[in-house]
């Protein structure tokens, strides 16, 4: 109850503020171009920053590679001349503006790009495709690294267009971590990450309550062009089983649209520990989805069907964590 001299206003804020009820946005993109610079871009995700201001959210969550184009569709010889699609500190120059406007604001994001690192052992280059989640007070909450890197290692010019994510990304030795943000347990995957239920699980084994998942993924798959009028189905089928089935909520974030002449699927959705979409887009272009994501909800399913000290087995889950049958 509000104390001696406490306005309502004052006792709700603080109230608001101790709830588990994380109003979040999705802020998908529609097409950046290979000209687009990174300060266009980034004024883009200030609007929608700004938006989702104005609409109550705590935390914004954007795509995979927000920051350029889906640079992976082109090939190649000397990868060094493709070193400046990646960010080498965050934050940086172009990406200041948004991490000042987010701490004035007091929203917190989630941001994907492509991150390059010098190892000092070997003197190394180390590729990476990473979000990294920022807390309401601008502090960095952590940078994870997709775990699942799809495509092909080399060029094949008989494709339409390339998917070269081996070639430009290592796979994350790190695996998935989760953490405490935003008054609950958040975690991150990048797009083919979501279509792994070991994504969703060793999460899910954390006690995630919320997955926040960046994705471009083109319409058509090469090789298996069957699959292209199934993107939106599996799109959604894996996210909201995997949501459903840890009890968890997930925020999934497209780059939409056509873009460098390659059509990409969009329908960002919000979706519940029940599995239920709470939000999706409409529009393959910049668009802002919002709900209300009350973490409590989790326990609802953490605490009965998939109470996982009660019923799982993993006792009887031996291969999932044995390596692969090809291996030496
Ligand atoms: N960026 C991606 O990881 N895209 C993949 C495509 C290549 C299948 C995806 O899983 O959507």
Known sequence: MPGAGTT????????????????????????????????????????????????GCRLVVYPELALTTFFPRWFVDDIATADHWYETHMPNEATQPLFDEAQRLGIGFCLGYALLEHDPVGDAIRRWNVQTLVERDGSIVGTFKKVHIPGHEGHEPDRPFQHLERYYFEPSPEGFHVWDAFGGRVGMMICNDRRWPESYREMGMQGVEMILCGYNTPLHYAPDPSQDPLQGFHNALVMQSGAYQNGTFVIGVAKGGTEEGVPSLAESSIIAPSGEILASATTDGDELITADCDLDWCRQYKNTLFDMDRYRRPEVYTRLSAPPRNAP
């Open 8 to 55: 309502a206003v004052g006792a709700c804020a603080r109230l608001c503020d101790m709830s588990r009820i994380v109003r979040v946005g999705a802020a998908q993109l529609g097409p950046i171009e290979r000209h687009h610079s990174r300060e266009e871009v980034v004024a883009r995700l200030v609007s929608l920053l700004q938006a989702a201001a104005d609409d």
